[in-house]
């Protein structure tokens, strides 16, 4: 037998096992009528006191029954004239602000997956050669940087592109805390928040209240700077640090071109987070009188997977070749390879950390006070609920304030 059909034979073998193995549905999928998608490796908290990222991935149901993500050799989903469009920041300058991430574990490809959305998006270039990005520890040193993770490399592939969409010129530090636990994030808060030059700090994880989140607060205490934080993925529910009195809590819609004067319309997005906090006091700012607590969220912008934002991740367990981008798309690997679009409130929580380091008002910004003082100057979304609450305003959107999507999305930079 000549090598190359031995090498055929042995393919097609692996092939019928890979889909034999494949039968059964992801773990973590999702579907909303045609709508399909996938929670990232590190969707779920994998032990006492653990957080988890909030991001979904538009998925695909494989020819074996198998729903795994879907993803392209080119640029898919909302692009960052998309979303500058959207929201009307189209001209705006962050004039070299800083953007901080904080997420858990390393992504040991996060910039060179960086360069290549920028690169073929047309952004300029943000490397750590030309001062623009800096990844360091939940300490701030650069090294030793954390375990790598695959599902965490997706996430932050997700954050640091909506900070490039948004505002690309503003700088961009990445904290990676050593794990998803309370107090590792925490540190990378505190750290990300002292930095000179930092403005807003994205947080986009979470997890379900408890006793004691009213102490871990105190990481989320920096007057002065913006600190964002996704308002959860599962529908109607509380999570923190969204809930905590110290964080703009963001949530998300759907987001959908349109022939209207805007040029797009906005629903409250089914998988949101919201509701009325267990245990946070209610923030001055807040006035809503449904909730005695902390209300969520308060702020929004697009976290629909179906109407996702493109990505650019290829940190995976199994190479760059077509086996390994099949094995992918049949869900039976971790990680990314190439474009994918993407959603949760993992996306919305890094731009409006943007908007934050656009308007500039660094200094002034108290917790998430501003929005509400300048509400005026946020599109209102007012059709779309995320769950069951009696037809209350805390799940279901409407004028004015409401839970799923808070006072509205950016219309320019005004409200921030």
């Known amino acids: 037998m000549k090598p190359r059909q031995r090498s055929a034979i042995i393919l097609g073998t692996l092939v019928a096992l890979v889909l034999a193995l494949a039968a059964a549905p992801s773990a973590g999928a999702a579907v909303s009528g045609s709508n399909l998608s996938v929670g990232f490796g590190c969707a779920t908290a994998k032990g006492a006191g653990q957080l988890h990222c909030l991001g979904r991935i538009r998925a695909h149901r494989a020819s074996n029954g198998k729903i795994a993500p879907l993803t392209v050799s080119t640029p898919t989903g909302l692009l960052p004239a998309d979303l500058q469009s959207a ?16 997420d858990a574990q390393d992504d040991p490809k996060a910039e060179a997956d960086l360069g290549v959305y920028r690169s073929k998006l047309g952004l300029p270039a943000c490397t750590t050669a030309n001062g623009c990005f800096k990844k360091v520890n939940q300490n701030g040193q650069a090294s030793p ?8 490399a997706e996430e932050i592939s997700l954050d640091l592109d909506m900070v ?18 309370t107090g590792s994030l925490g540190t990378a808060v505190d750290t990300a928040a002292a930095t000179p030059g930092v403005v807003a700090v994205s947080n986009s994880y979470g997890g379900a209240e408890d006793s004691t989140i ?26 923190w640090p969204a809930s905590s009195q110290y964080v703009t809590a963001v949530g998300g819609t759907t987001l959908k071109k349109a022939s209207n004067a805007r040029g797009w319309t906005e629903t409250a997005w089914s998988g949101a987070g919201s509701g009325c906090s267990a245990y946070e006091p209610k923030p001055s700012w807040q006035h809503d009188t449904g909730c005695a607590k902390r ?8 976290a629909d997977p179906a109407t996702g934002v493109g990505v650019y991740d290829t940190y995976n367990s199994c190479g760059t070749s077509s086996y390994c981008d099949l094995l992918i798309s049949l869900g039976l690997v971790q990680g990314l390879d190439g474009w994918a679009a993407v959603g949760g409130t993992s996306a ?20 998430g006070s501003y929005p509400y003082t300048h509400a005026s100057a946020l599109f209102d979304v007012t059709s779309g609920s995320n769950g069951s ?5 805390l799940c279901t959107a409407g ?18």
């Not at 209300?295 to 697009?302: G, H, L, M, R």
Request: net charge negative; glycine share 16%.
């Open 87 to 102: 929201y009307k920041l189209s001209g705006t300058h962050g004039n070299g602000r800083t953007v901080a991430i904080v």
């Open 145 to 152: 940087l954390p375990a790598t993770d695959y599902g965490w």
């Open 164 to 181: 490039s969409a948004i505002c690309p010129d503003c700088h961009i530090l990445l904290v990676e805390a050593n794990t998803p636990d």
């Open 214 to 239: 009213l102490a871990a607060d105190a990481h989320f205490n920096h007057p002065g700077v913006a600190i964002t934080a996704s308002s959860g993925d599962s529908g109607y529910g509380v999570s």
């Open 295 to 302: 209300t969520v969220a308060d702020v929004s912008a697009v």
């Open 348 to 367: 919305s929580s890094p731009i409006i950390a943007s908007v934050y380091a656009l308007a500039g008002n660094t200094g002034s910004t108290t917790y």
């Open 389 to 393: 609450c009696g037809g209350s305003y």
């Open 399 to 416: 004028s004015g304030y409401d839970g799923p999507t808070g006072l509205g999305t950016p219309n320019g930079t005004g409200g921030f």
